[in-house]
């Protein structure tokens, strides 16, 4: 029996190409009953599907406005970014006196991210194959931490490298902490913040 | 008639529909009506940005001084060809000495120009139609982050959003605003959708012994499809104050702050070139990416300046593109293609670099990438 | 093979058996050409093969075992089989065990009669050459002779007999080759065996051992039936471990590291410390050496009450050793208990009593005592008490001071494995049963099940000393705790000399437990003798927990490849009392659509492996046509049977029971399935009319979601596959090289298949080679193929997109589509002989989907590629046509011509394909 490829690739590829192949197109390609072809099978069936969310990343630098030498830089997510099925990630504790830790990356099985509460229930897929697969290609249970993939570290008054841009002279910074608040507990952006420490 | 869609995805085990099930309405309606929960509650952000710098001439630790000048960013957009309502998040801080509450002037407008220095032409792509406000917000509470909401509808034509507030009581900061599709309680069932999604009624196929045809399971697939292409999502987002006056960058007497620049020295002999961002984005599973640029960028010297930036991104897997940006000062686009390794985790890196001629300035007001998968 | 092209060519084949043990070669006619195997010394064309049944195997899918038929063959009675089978032989007794790898020197009674010109005895199964002899020994020997395996022979026992001439029968391995033969007579290939050698043209066709006979049938020969290597299989593994109970007594191993700590402090009548010396500590070492007293040597099992007076004593030693007046310690005695602490169950709660004498001197009202020791993980003990010469309130001596405290470990007196770093016997005390083996075991687990008659008591330590094995905390599991009071389990005053065993379970990954339940005996792995490799590579479990299999009837790098990727990370908890390979191991095997079987393989000999016995597949080596089909009795093919239709596959934890084997606790659910069984089915649920349940036992010692998600995948594969299988039994030529596991193609044009994608006869496809089995008569092999049917699966219905109609929208006179459903319509039109056919309009996304009406066509022309439909009525097209989104598709069932039901409709009894 001919299979065509199984539906749990193009939910999240989404690529017109291959989307083309996996459904019968419209019309009597077939003959009448005589002799049967096989035009579906069950797991071509769109059944349980999510669609893909990317992770916003945010290039900004912002003065905050707590008192005292400590700047904060707060991005606040909105409500209902729902990941669905998919990997959320978040930024991991951030700074110290004057250094920017780079994000880290944290991948979940969603239901255990962070406390939040995700608004979708795991999803599973027929697979052709022995054995189901689970969360269109997210192991379930599993969670993991990706190297940084930032690797700048900034010190106040002396940014690294490339970034130096030029500022008015009447701008301080001591510290400056970085804090990325989820008030909604659903989604999280994964970020790099750029732009500047002011110096003394 | 209206549909009303399911609140949640219905998930069949693997058992149900792996095991040769025999030819019924079940598990294709179920499916069908996933398509319709689609439609309402997939809401991916169209945008989503912290500005840099907000508040002009603000110190912290220093007296902060209160200057209520409108902040005005202006952003690109590529809304949904469905006309839907989104939701408009901004999230502020305000800090005013001695506390107390704060409010804010916030204003939305819309055009589908290129040309965001437009007057008042007649048609959405010679000006800045309103959308919102100017509407003062209700009273924020100082030194903490307050959030407020409304739902517009962004026409479909939309080329860039202009973004105003102004501070009422006292000095804040602007952190984040974010633009995203509304919840969809109640599907109409015009003639057709822009989108292409076809809105699901059971009552065709789930009648007694309704024959099994090659549109409804089609459906599934081109449903899917058609809300995730038109959604566009923000993958990454640089936004800085368009001016706080309106004008040219040359006309305003101060810079705000945290605003970034690229300037060259009049001494300088050759271009100078600088990062002023860089960034990642998670691309879970995605082993292709194609995104759509949409920036603004503009510099002081007299003419157009090709080339005046690098957008470059970079797949986990290595694979790397550039786009060369150009100053026009109008909205410009571009396509940028990598791949990914395409697990979980995967994501790309994005950088933005900008060039500055000899003596000149090159300004980046606001650089989107959207993502719209398979497109 | 090429052997089996013999016949093909009009050539014969020349079959030939050993017979472990036995020194000849025993064919079918004269091998001329090639040499005998050099292992032997005659051979004799006497075997009779032609009377055996079809030998081969075949597979199980229901149980995932295979299924070696059995072998019957004769020897003519000639000279030389009946040399062997004479009985009058000399025999005498081995006055010393012999172990597997002893080659210099056999001790029996006498050798008086033993000594021949063959120069080899056997002993039980063994046949056994020595090049020198004495009275009572034999000298220079060589183990394992005419392919059997050296073992130890243990004297004193009946398998301790040494004799001249076989014995025992039953049992011994036996293997048939096959050679090929020309019409001349003569065998191909320089030498006959060993299989595998340079210039050795034979295989092996089949391998098992001796089950009945030999016995003389009524041709004046001798017959020997006997069963293939893989039926062992199903045998029930023995008990385990045995041996007789030695006399049990009260105590424990003690080491001179362990240590007593006593605080005293003296307290007046206002219950303070009255100072000076008080409070003050010391601490003893009741098992090493002070004074009056020597060490005692590590581990060495003392009895409670000796273990209480030695305390007494190093405290009273200790305390004249320090200057000052202390209270004398009158005596020291452990009493027994139990509870729990903590919501910890401790198997024994222990308390120490001492008893003081008087208060030595009277500023002395009271003490405040604690008490630590090595062994005592709790918190040390403390407790008041008064004296006898006047106490303070109502503690008073001679009340004992009892001292309570919870043993962590078990009871008192132990070797703390934590304090002193001991690895015997630890946590132990209560009563101590010592058994004494009937075998010699390389190693006993350290916890199991003691079995005596019907008890089953937990022990928690084993020491095994030679062939003694110590038990200690031991535990009654089939009491409540309160039952089992003072010292744990108390044995009943005969338990002495009674036979028991020990039962274990072991864990492991599911491919070591296949490995090892195949391989362990009791030995250690790999050992050596002669160049014979005597105990398999997995031989790691005591002796009963395995069946002993040696490496060469056992394809371990075939199980490997084979399971690995399918259970190979699952883990097993196996060893129950009684239980089998294929209880234990048989309900993953048929899950995962596997099976163990005895086969020959590559190398063209015979052993255990793993064949997939499912229809996935897409390379076969092999494939059958037309000209190698054979008839008998007129059919080539025939059909066994349609398979049965598993409509829902049951998975089960093992259900091992306490009160059988306690140590193996019930193991835990399936997840969050909360149940011990884990269903997989059809939709719609139970089971179907005409459908079977498949069940499958598991012995996973702790589910996780992977395998879970497996077996949730192994489930509904089965499910799917089987809906549509036929078993055909397929008569083949001899040389086709097809073995049980295979997959073959199939390219046939018999009646008897029916290939319905095309509408013709015959098949083409491939098939899983459930059996395969020779008539050694004649030559032909006999193949059971499992073959996928097909689905009723039918066609989607069309929706044709209206593209443009003439008259109204709700009043249309024809209506247009793309000119590819013109066959469609027309062939709907002709099947119901001119006469309309409806169309249901329907407009996909418009709200109410089911509110398009319908059209009735009498009519269809195909015009410049567009379709027209001349439309004769039409009914409620409240939704009008619209050009470009209306669709046409066929009507609900009750409305549909014969034509338009072939078409799938909602519950028409067909199925989403394959």
């Known amino acids: 029996m001919a299979r065509t490829a199984n539906v749990q690739n193009w939910a999240i590829d989404g690529s017109a190409a291959e989307l083309a192949n996996h459904l019968c197109g419209d019309g009597p390609n077939v003959a009448p009953a005589a002799t049967v072809v096989l035009l579906m099978s069950a797991d071509q069936i769109v059944l349980n599907v999510g669609l893909s969310y990317c992770q916003t990343a945010l290039m900004c630098e912002n003065n905050t406005t707590q008192s005292g030498t400590t700047r904060e830089y707060v991005a606040v997510i909105p409500p209902a970014c729902n990941h669905g099925i998919l990997a959320a990630t978040r930024v991991g504790p951030v700074v110290s006196d004057g250094t920017i830790q780079a994000p880290t990356y944290v991948g979940c099985d969603h239901g255990s991210l962070l406390g939040a509460t995700p608004n979708m229930d795991p999803v599973t897929l027929a697979s052709p194959k022995e054995g189901a697969e689970t969360y269109l290609g997210l192991p379930s249970g599993k969670c993991y931490f990706t190297p940084d993939i930032i690797d700048d570290t900034w010190v106040a008054g002396n940014p690294p490298g490339t970034r130096c841009l030029k500022l008015p002279e009447d701008r301080v910074a001591t510290n400056v902490t970085i804090r990325v608040t989820n008030t909604a507990g659903h989604g999280l952006i994964c970020n790099r913040l750029t732009g500047n420490i002011e110096t003394l | 008639m209206a549909i009303t869609p399911g609140t949640k995805l219905v998930i069949k085990k693997a058992q149900e529909i792996a095991v040769f099930p025999a030819m019924s309405a079940q598990p294709l309606q179920n499916a069908l009506a996933n398509t319709n929960h689609l439609y309402g509650y997939f809401r991916p952000l169209l945008l989503s940005w912290s500005p840099m710098g907000s508040s002009p001439a603000y110190n912290p630790g220093i007296t902060p001084t209160f200057i209520p000048d409108p902040v005005v960013y202006v952003v690109p957009v590529l809304p949904s060809q469905d006309g839907l309502h989104y939701d408009f998040m901004w999230t502020l801080f305000p800090k005013i000495a001695g506390g107390g509450t704060s409010r804010f002037t916030l204003q939305v407008e819309w055009t589908s120009g290129v040309d965001p220095t437009v007057g008042t032409g007649s048609t959405p792509a010679t000006k800045w139609v309103n959308l919102y406000g100017p509407a003062m917000t209700s009273p924020l509470t100082d030194s903490v982050w307050n959030t407020r909401t409304i739902s517009l509808v962004l026409d479909r034509t939309a080329t860039m959003l202009r973004f105003t507030v102004t501070a009422v009581d006292g000095p804040y900061t602007l952190g984040h605003v974010a633009v995203q599709p509304s919840v969809i309680t109640s599907i109409t069932t015009p003639a057709t959708y822009a989108s292409g999604f076809l809105p699901f009624d059971p009552s065709f196929i789930s009648q007694a012994r309704a024959p099994i045809n090659t549109e409804m399971v089609d459906r599934c697939k081109t449903n899917a499809l058609s809300v995730l292409r038109d959604r566009a999502q923000c993958l990454a987002s640089l936004v800085q104050p368009y001016t706080t006056t309106t004008g040219s960058l040359g006309g305003v007497s101060y810079y705000p702050r945290g605003i970034m620049q690229v300037m060259n020295g009049s001494a300088a002999s050759a271009n100078f070139s600088q990062t002023i961002g860089m960034a990642a984005a998670g691309l879970p599973a995605q082993k292709t990416f194609t995104g759509h640029v949409r920036y603004l960028i503009n510099d002081t010297a007299p003419s157009v300046f090709v080339g005046a930036g690098t957008l470059t991104v970079t797949g986990d897997d290595g694979s790397v593109n550039q786009l060369s940006l150009d100053s026009t000062g109008q909205l410009e686009h571009g396509v940028v293609q990598v791949t990914t390794l395409g697990n979980p985790d995967s994501f790309v890196k994005v950088q933005v670099d900008l060039t500055a001629k000899p003596a000149y300035s090159t300004y980046l007001y606001a650089l989107i990438i959207f993502w719209t998968p398979g497109a | ?914």
């Open chain 3, 1 to 914: 093979m090429a052997i089996w092209d013999a016949y093909a060519y009009g050539w014969n084949v020349n079959y030939f058996a050993t017979i472990a043990g036995i020194d000849a070669v025993w064919t079918e006619a004269y091998p001329q050409g090639p040499t005998i195997p050099p292992a032997y010394s005659q051979w004799e064309p006497s075997l009779v093969v032609d009377n055996s049944a079809e030998i081969g195997s075949s597979v199980d899918r229901s149980t995932g075992m295979g299924q070696g038929l059995p072998f019957t063959f004769s020897l003519l009675s000639n000279p030389i089989a009946r040399g062997f089978m004479r009985q009058d032989q000399n025999r005498t007794n081995l006055d010393v065990t012999l172990t597997a790898d002893e080659t210099t020197t056999m001790t029996v009674q006498s050798t008086a009669g033993l000594i021949n010109a063959n120069s080899y005895v056997h002993v039980g199964l063994e046949c056994i050459g020595y090049s020198g002899s004495t009275g009572t020994t034999l000298t220079g020997l060589t183990r394992g002779l005419f392919g059997t395996l050296p073992a130890t022979h243990y004297a004193g026992t009946v398998a301790g007999q040494v004799c001249d001439r076989p014995d025992v029968w039953r049992g011994r391995e036996v293997r048939l080759y096959a050679v090929p033969m020309g019409p001349d007579g003569v065998c191909t290939g320089a030498v006959l065996g060993p299989v595998g050698a340079a210039g050795c043209e034979a295989v092996e066709v089949w391998r098992g051992s001796i089950d009945q006979g030999p016995y003389r049938d009524g041709n004046d020969r001798f017959t020997f039936e006997c069963l293939a290597l893989d039926r062992i299989l199903t045998n029930p593994l023995p008990a385990g471990v045995t041996g007789t109970i030695l006399p049990p007594y009260l105590g424990g191993p003690v080491y001179p590291d362990q240590w007593l700590s006593i605080t005293l402090d003296a307290q007046n009548s206002g219950w303070t410390s009255i100072g000076g010396i008080y409070p003050f500590g010391f601490t003893v070492w009741p098992f090493a050496a002070f004074t009056g007293y020597t060490a005692i040597a590590p581990g060495t099992l003392m009895t409670v009450p000796d273990q209480a007076a030695r305390v007494q004593a190093a405290v009273t030693a200790k305390l004249a050793s320090l200057s000052g007046s202390y209270p004398t310690l009158l005596g020291v005695t452990f009493h027994p208990g139990y509870g729990s602490s903590n919501g910890v169950d401790y198997t024994r709660m222990s308390t120490i009593e001492l008893k003081w004498g008087d208060a030595p001197d009277s500023t002395i009202k009271g003490m405040r005592t604690w008490v630590d020791t090595s062994w005592n993980k709790g918190n040390p003990w403390s407790t008041n008490f008064g004296f006898g010469n006047g106490g303070i309130g109502s503690v008073k001596n001679p009340e004992p001071m009892q001292i309570s405290g919870y043993w962590t470990n078990g009871s008192v007196l132990v070797a703390s494995n934590e304090s002193n770093g001991s690895t015997a016997l630890s946590g132990d005390g209560g009563y101590l049963v010592q058994l004494q083996l009937d075998n010699a075991t390389a190693a006993v687990p350290t916890t199991g099940t003691l079995i005596i008659d019907t008890m089953a008591i937990q022990y928690g330590h084993a020491l095994l000393q030679g062939n003694v094995v110590t038990l200690s905390t031991l535990w009654d599991l089939s009491q409540p705790y309160s039952a089992n009071t003072g010292w744990g389990w108390n044995p009943p005053a005969d338990v002495t000399g009674k036979k028991a065993s020990l039962q274990f379970a072991q864990q492991d990954l599911a491919v070591n437990c296949v490995l090892k339940l195949l391989q362990s005996s009791g030995g250690t792995s790999g050992d050596v003798v002669g160049g014979v490799v005597v105990h398999g590579t997995n031989d790691a479990w005591p002796v009963g927990q395995g069946y002993g299999l040696p490496d060469q009837h056992v394809d371990a790098q075939n199980i490997q490849d084979m399971l690995m990727a399918k259970i190979g990370t699952m883990n097993l908890l196996v060893g129950g009392s009684g239980v089998s390979f294929q209880d234990q191991i048989g309900g993953l095997l048929l899950l995962s659509q596997t099976a163990i079987v005895a086969r020959p393989d590559k190398t063209g000999t015979v052993r255990l492996g793993i064949v997939d016995t499912s229809l996935s597949g897409s390379y076969a080596e092999v494939t059958i046509y037309d000209k190698h089909l054979l008839c008998a009795a007129g059919e080539p093919i025939t059909a066994i049977r349609k398979r049965d239709r598993v409509t829902q596959v049951v998975a089960s934890l093992a259900a091992y029971s306490k009160s059988t084997n306690p140590l193996l606790a019930p193991v835990k659910e399936f997840g969050d399935y909360g149940t011990a069984n884990y269903t997989i089915q059809m939709p719609g649920g139970q089971l179907e009319v005409g459908g079977v349940q498949l069940s499958a036992n598991l012995s996973l010692s702790d589910p996780k979601s992977t395998d879970i998600a497996k077996i949730e995948g192994w489930g509904s594969a089965i499910i799917q596959q089987s809906q549509y299988v036929m078993s055909m039994e397929f008569r083949v030529v001899p040389w086709l090289p097809v073995q049980t596991g295979d997959l073959v193609g199939i390219d046939v044009t018999h009646p008897a298949l029916w290939d319905w994608r095309r509408g013709v006869e015959g098949f083409s496809g491939y098939a899983r080679c459930l059996g395969a089995r020779r008539d050694l008569a004649g030559g032909a092999l006999i193949l059971e193929l499992l073959i996928q049917g097909g689905p009723e699966t039918l066609s989607l219905c069309p929706a044709a997109t209206v593209t443009a109609f003439s008259g109204g929208s709700t009043t249309p006179i024809v209506i247009y589509c793309d000119g590819r459903f013109y066959n469609f319509f027309y062939q709907m039109l002709q099947a119901n002989n001119g006469a309309a056919c409806r169309l249901y309009h329907y407009w996909p996304g418009k709200g109410t989907e089911n509110s398009g009406g319908y059209v009735e066509i009498n009519d269809v022309q195909l015009v410049s590629g567009v379709c027209h439909l001349t439309v004769s009525s039409y009914a409620n097209l409240t939704e009008s046509l619209t050009v470009g989104l209306s669709r046409l598709t066929l009507p609900p069932t009750p409305y549909c011509t014969d034509w338009q039901s072939l078409f799938s409709h909602a519950e028409d009894g067909s199925h989403w394909g394959a």
